[in-house]
């Protein structure tokens, strides 16, 4: 065998090696893509089941449930990423800046209403009236909004219960 053929050999096998891990990859049109995120015909990113959303980042054991554990973790850490200066309490300016909802800011009105909502949630949350929630009235109000979703009172909240209570 001559030394070009040899290498011919080798180019061709080091391209059909190389090519094979890029033609294992999906091309956009696989189960977990979708239009708007890599562009496929399959369900999308926020279209993943058993839920929309967050659901699916509470659903921290992915059981299609979440209990009440996960409701409070993520509600811990919702409050600790909205209090933007740590003083562990929120100011109603740093509880409004979070923008509320699965729309994207282009509706106006919507973006009003939906502030609206916000601001009449912080007075009902702001249990003494003080102008800030400390986390427990914080955490209070996520225990609240948890059991209250959860309809047939078995500590878990599914996906059609979770949808209920967040109807748009």
């Known amino acids: 065998m001559s030394r ?4 011919g050999i080798i180019v061709a096998c080091g391209t059909v090696i190389l090519s094979g891990g890029v033609l294992a990859q999906t091309s956009g049109y ?7 995120w890599w562009q496929g015909w399959g369900m999308g990113w926020m279209m ?6 967050r ?26 990423a909205m209090d933007v200066d740590d003083d562990g309490s929120l100011t109603k300016e740093e509880y409004m800046a979070v923008r509320m909802g699965p729309q994207r800011g282009f509706n106006p009105d919507r973006q009003a209403a939906m502030q609206k909502r916000k601001e009449a ?23 609240a909004h948890h059991a ?6 078995d500590g878990k909240v599914t996906p059609w219960e979770h949808r209920r209570q967040n109807w748009n």
Do not use: C
């Open 121 to 143: 949630r912080f007075a009902e949350i702001d249990a003494d009236s003080d102008g800030n929630l400390s986390k427990a009235e914080f955490l209070d109000a996520a225990q």
């Open 148 to 153: 209250s979703a959860d309809s047939d009172g």
């Open 48 to 53: 993943h089941p058993p839920g929309r959303g």
């Open 55 to 80: 659901y699916m980042m509470i659903d921290a054991n992915d059981d299609g449930a979440i209990s009440a554990e996960e409701a409070a973790s993520a509600a811990d850490e919702v409050f600790t």
């Open 30 to 36: 696989g189960s977990d893509s979708g239009p708007g």
């Open 4 to 7: 070009t053929h040899a290498i």
